[in-house]
């Protein structure tokens, strides 16, 4: 998938299937959360530099190759 070096939105994620399932499998508690709607304007970057405090950055960095072999 291109992330467009990492500067693709959350909602284009979130739209597409692929990376929609990528992230409900990794993080599917995390997506009912009500600020995931206010995350939608979030780059990709950004939104890995909020995860970042919470996430271990082995399972961000399994997620960002995941996206970008899809």
């Keep these: ?4 070096n990492n500067q693709i939105t959350v ?3 979130l739209a597409d299937p692929r990376s929609k ?6 993080f599917g508690k995390w997506l009912r959360h009500p600020l995931v709607g206010a995350a939608h304007s979030l ?4 939104l890995m530099d909020l995860a970042k405090v919470y996430v271990p950055q082995k399972t ?3 997620t960002l190759e995941e996206l970008e072999g899809l």
């Design 21 to 26: 399932a990528v992230f409900q499998r990794r």
């Design 11 to 13: 909602r284009e994620l």
């Design 43 to 46: 780059t990709l970057s950004q």
């Design 60 to 62: 961000i960095q399994e």
């Design 1 to 4: 998938m291109n992330l467009r």
